[in-house]
């Protein structure tokens, strides 16, 4: 299977808008990198040896391609079928490392020397650091004190993966923070460093790199369900936070007009209490680490902080590419609460013996709502994007609240 | 031609380049800010940076950050800045260039930024996250309305890159001397004088160094080669260690003079 297919329309790549949204802005000193990376991707497309090592490495290193199965279980209990595509199979626990092997591949190709990365949840991180440690590249990551704290044992992973982690305290001290000290250290260490992005933002290339690194997730689900379902879903659904196993799992339905496409962002404490990370939802156009896209802002356009149970969520961005998707109606977006994605949490470890992450829980918070519009005979496919172990230390300190 | 050009245009007839001040509007408050410009233009600075806040000021090293957030903190917003433009305007003729990144912009308005801007005696503008390839919303209005929009041209920027800015500068282009951040100690400051003289001759427009100047010495060092100077987060420190606004007064003028000492060419 050929796990990196041109999804891109052809103009993208020359202008890396979205509608009007994506572009690039930032300093000039990264003009020239951004342009260097573009380049670099465009020829690592045309060459089949780099499709063929990304190809191996993802499948003998990486454990793809990961299965599709039916949740019996759940589906009993919210009423319609529900698949899940499991990412949390991949080596690191998430969907991540198909975009870090992707990206320091091409970041060896073009003879970068050393390799940084922002994280929330850590899972970014981990799967950078593990990339690193396997290619023996030196790897930095920027993470919020704030979610050094809450994920601590994504620290230890990356630690001893031979990554160095600064931990962010300026601003909200979380993944915002984090991306801005990120950017830092690159304009400072332009020449020698590759930045590897997490998600589906940032400034263009960016978002269509990893959008096409994970887009794996979708042809291979796509090409699962038409095996065991027999036909395509419904509706697929996936968590949104930058947007990256989202836009990963959507493109391989995008042709597909027949397929819904729902994007769950975190509502935090509720939209209507203004502490939430849902852009998309409750957002303004603005821009951001690079992009033109939904973000979180006040009235004269500075930057709100996110608030989300989940560190991988919490980000008052989005990728360029839902803003258009959401404009132009082809996906649509709603949010679920903190509370709710405890509850889809515990209905997964419950129903299916499968502790998901805090983000994913997500997407299984908005199921029973969509079940009672889809009913019994829908089927849905939903991206199980990474493993809970991380997060047991924040889900067992909120029930214990919860009493 | 606008206060901006005629500022180089004089300190040129002076045999010297001119000095470029940057503060941070709203730091440590909007009131202040008036009395530090002042201040600043009447020790010898020749064009004033006026920083806009923002939440997120990627391109910002430490000290700049803090004073952004200060300032965001006490309120400060772009329709206050050019309020306390409009103010400033009654007590000094110094050239004011509006800088800081695109999102308050976007926010704003561009054209209706433009159309405010210039009647409140702003003279142009700087966007560190506005390359040229995204800059046509703001520049087009901006030219057409008479005030400056300043390109920036990095240490990594190609020959067409810098042919661009050079075509679309106004009145002068912003030379970054190193990779990296603001107030970040610059490494070799006479070469990137050496190499944004060369740059100037090509493209027949004032280029001014940014980026790592703090001392008199540095000044000295740009000044016999690059038409303009800046300097930013040393400015910005100054403020932040006095203990009053009077002090701060003090210090900028303190600072200012000294730089300004550092501009004569032997």
Same mark, same amino acid.
């Given at each position: 299977m050929r796990y990196l297919a041109r999804l891109m329309q052809p103009l993208e790549s020359v202008s890396g808008r979205y509608g009007p949204y994506g572009g690039r802005y930032v300093a000039e000193t990264l003009m020239p990198a951004l342009d260097e990376l573009s380049r670099a991707y465009e020829e690592c497309q045309g060459d089949p040896a780099f499709q063929a090592e990304l190809d191996s490495l993802l499948h003998h290193y990486a454990g793809r391609e990961t299965p599709t199965c039916l949740a019996s279980r759940l589906s009993a209990e919210v009423g319609m079928r529900i698949w899940l595509k499991r990412e949390d199979l991949c080596h690191t626990g998430a969907h991540k490392v198909n975009n870090t092997i992707g990206q320091i591949l091409l970041a060896k190709r073009m003879h970068k020397t050393r390799i940084i990365a922002e994280t929330g949840a850590g899972q970014h991180g981990v799967a950078t650091a593990t990339a690193c440690a396997l290619m023996g590249l030196p790897c930095e990551v920027f993470m919020g004190a704030e979610?050094?704290?809450?994920?601590?044992?994504?620290?230890?992973?990356?630690?001893?993966?031979?990554?160095?982690?600064?931990?962010?305290?300026?601003?909200?001290?979380?993944?915002?923070?984090?991306?801005?000290?990120?950017?830092?250290?690159?304009?400072?260490?332009?020449?020698?460093?590759?930045?590897?992005?997490?998600?589906?933002?940032?400034?263009?290339?960016?978002?269509?790199? &990893?959008?096409?690194?994970?887009?794996?997730?979708?042809?291979?689900?796509?090409?699962?369900?038409?095996?065991?379902?027999?036909?395509?879903?419904?509706?697929?659904?996936?968590?949104?936070?930058?947007?990256?196993?989202?836009?990963?799992?959507?493109?391989?339905?995008?042709?597909?007009?027949?397929?819904? $496409?729902?994007?769950?962002?975190?509502?935090?404490?509720?939209?209507?209490?203004?502490?939430?990370?849902?852009?998309?939802?409750?957002?303004?156009?603005?821009?951001?680490?690079?992009?033109?896209?939904?973000? $979180?802002?006040?009235?004269?356009?500075?930057? &709100?902080?996110?608030?989300?149970?989940?560190?991988?969520?919490?980000?008052?961005? &989005?990728?360029?590419?839902?803003?258009? $998707?959401?404009?132009?109606?082809?996906?649509?977006?709603?949010? &679920?609460?903190?509370?709710?994605?405890?509850?889809?949490?515990?209905?997964?470890?419950?129903?299916?013996?499968?502790?998901?992450?805090?983000?994913?829980?997500?997407?299984?918070?908005? $199921?029973?709502?969509?079940?009672?519009?889809?009913?019994?005979?829908?089927?849905?496919?939903?991206?199980?994007?990474?493993?809970?172990?991380?997060?047991?230390?924040?889900?067992?300190?909120?029930?214990?609240?919860?009493? | 031609m606008g206060r901006i050009a005629d500022a180089f245009e004089n300190a040129r007839s002076e045999n010297r380049a001119a000095l470029v001040i940057y503060l941070c509007a709203g730091d440590p408050d909007l009131n202040a800010t008036v009395e530090l410009v002042v201040a600043a233009a009447e020790s010898g600075a020749d064009i004033v940076e006026l920083g806009v806040p923002f939440s997120d000021p990627t391109a910002d090293g430490p000290a700049i950050q803090r004073a952004a957030q200060r300032s965001l903190r006490g309120g400060t917003t772009l329709a206050k800045v050019l309020e306390?433009?409009?103010?400033?305007?009654?007590?000094?003729?110094? #050239?004011?260039?509006?800088? /800081?990144?695109?999102? #308050?912009?976007?926010?704003? /308005?561009?054209?209706?930024?433009?159309?405010?801007?210039?009647?409140? /005696?702003?003279?142009? !503008?700087?966007?560190?996250?506005?390359? #040229?390839?995204?800059?046509?919303?703001l520049r087009g209005p901006a030219v057409e309305r008479g005030l400056? !929009?300043?390109?920036?041209?990095?240490?990594?920027?190609?020959?067409?890159?810098?042919?661009?800015? /050079?075509?679309?500068?106004?009145? !002068?282009?912003?030379?970054?001397?190193?990779?990296?951040v603001t107030g970040s100690t610059a490494t070799d400051l006479a070469s990137a004088s050496k190499r944004a003289a060369a740059l100037q001759r090509e493209l027949g427009r004032p280029l001014a160094i940014g980026f790592g100047v703090k001392t008199k010495a540095d000044v000295a060092t740009v000044s016999p080669h690059a038409d303009g100077v800046v300097v930013g987060s040393a400015v910005v420190q100054a403020i932040e260690v006095a203990a009053s606004t009077d002090e701060a007064v003090l210090a900028v003028r303190a600072l200012v003079s000294e730089l300004a000492g550092g501009l004569a060419r032997q």
């Open positions: 979610d050094v704290r809450r994920q601590a044992p994504n620290v230890q992973r990356m630690e001893l993966l031979g990554a160095k982690v600064h931990s962010v305290t300026s601003g909200s001290a979380t993944l915002k923070d984090a991306m801005n000290e990120a950017l830092r250290d690159w304009v400072t260490n332009v020449r020698t460093t590759h930045y590897c992005v997490g998600s589906v933002a940032g400034p263009h290339p960016y978002p269509m790199i &990893v959008r096409d690194f994970q887009a794996v997730i979708g042809r291979e689900s796509r090409v699962q369900m038409l095996e065991q379902a027999g036909k395509l879903p419904d509706a697929v659904v996936a968590c949104v936070g930058g947007g990256s196993n989202a836009m990963g799992i959507f493109a391989g339905f995008i042709d597909d007009a027949a397929v819904r $496409l729902i994007g769950v962002e975190a509502a935090g404490d509720g939209v209507a209490t203004g502490k939430h990370a849902a852009p998309l939802c409750a957002g303004g156009v603005g821009v951001l680490h690079g992009a033109k896209s939904y973000v $979180l802002q006040t009235a004269d356009g500075q930057i &709100v902080e996110a608030h989300s149970i989940s560190a991988g969520l919490d980000y008052p961005g &989005v990728g360029p590419e839902h803003a258009w $998707l959401k404009d132009t109606g082809r996906a649509t977006y709603t949010a &679920v609460t903190d509370d709710a994605a405890l509850d889809g949490f515990q209905q997964l470890c419950r129903t299916e013996g499968i502790i998901p992450a805090l983000e994913t829980s997500h997407a299984f918070a908005y $199921l029973p709502t969509l079940a009672k519009e889809l009913g019994p005979d829908a089927d849905v496919l939903v991206c199980l994007s990474g493993r809970g172990d991380k997060d047991l230390e924040t889900v067992i300190e909120q029930l214990a609240e919860r009493g | 306390t433009v409009r103010v400033i305007r009654s007590r000094t003729h110094i #050239p004011i260039l509006l800088f /800081g990144y695109y999102n #308050p912009i976007l926010s704003y /308005g561009e054209q209706k930024l433009v159309d405010d801007a210039a009647e409140s /005696g702003a003279d142009g !503008f700087l966007v560190v996250n506005l390359p #040229p390839e995204e800059s046509a919303g400056d !929009f300043v390109p920036l041209v990095a240490p990594t920027s190609d020959p067409h890159r810098i042919q661009q800015a /050079g075509e679309m500068a106004t009145s !002068f282009i912003y030379y970054v001397s190193m990779t990296g």
